[in-house]
C-alpha cells in the first residue's frame, strides 16, 4: 500500500488506461478522483473501486471547459483535502485526414481536448501540489508524434501528443523546485475503445505504401498491449520509487516504435 496516504486525479477514467490507473492508484491505497465527461462510466469506475474497497469519488467534466474543471478540482479537494498526484489522461483521436481535407473545426476540437485539456488539468491542480509540497504529474500521450509519424492524416493528433511532450519537459525544470515531478508514458497500441472514436478519411491519399515487418510489436508477436500494461507504469512514475525521474517520456509500445 505505497500510496496509502495520497490523494490522485485521473482523468478519461470511464475507460481504458484511465480506468486501468485509477484502479491501480486505489490498489496501492490512494484515494482516487476519477474524471470523465461521461458520467455513467465514470460512476462505474468510481463503485468498482469502492466495491474492491477502495476510496473514490466521481467527477464529471469535460476537461477543455475551465469553469467545469475548476468546479471538480474544487470538490477534489474540499472532498479529500488536498492533491498528490495527477494523471492527465484525457485525449480524442480525433479527425484524421489529409491536410487539405481536414476542416479547422474538426482541427481545433483535437487541440481543444488533448491540450487545452492537459492545460488545465495542470493549470487547476498544481497550486494544490505546491501547497502540499510537492507531487507528481503523469501524462498520458502516445508514440504518434514522439516515435513515429507513420498514421495516416493523423496530423492533429500527432501535434497534440508532441505538444505534451514538450510541456512535460518544460515543466520538468519549471516545478523542480516545488518538488513536483512531471513525466510522460507514450502507449503504442493498446487494446482500448478509443479506436472507436476515430474518425478517419481518404486514407489513400496521405499514407505511405509501406510493409512492415511481420508482428509490428515485437515483444507480443503483434498483439497490442493492456491497458494494465500502461497502468503499472504510471503507478511507477505516482510512487517515491521514482523520485528521481522528471521530465520523462516513456515508451510503452513493445517496440513497436522501433520498427516504424
Known sequence: MELSDKIA?????GSGIGKATAL???AEGAKVAVLSRTESEINATRDEIRDNGGEAIALTADTSDEAQMRSAVETLTRTFGGLDIVVANAGINGVWAPIDDLKPEEWDKTMAVNLRGTYLTLHLTVPHLKAGGGGSIIV??????TRTFTTPGATAYTATKAGQVAMVQQLALELGKHRIRVNAVCPGAIDTSIDDNTDQRNKSESEVPVIWPEGEIPITHGKAGRSEDVAETILFLATDR???ITGTPVWIDGGQGLLR
Open 9 to 13: 486525479l485521473v482523468t478519461g477514467a
Open 24 to 26: 491501480a492508484l486505489a
Open 140 to 145: 498520458v500521450s502516445s508514440i504518434n508524434g
Open 242 to 244: 521514482s523520485r528521481h
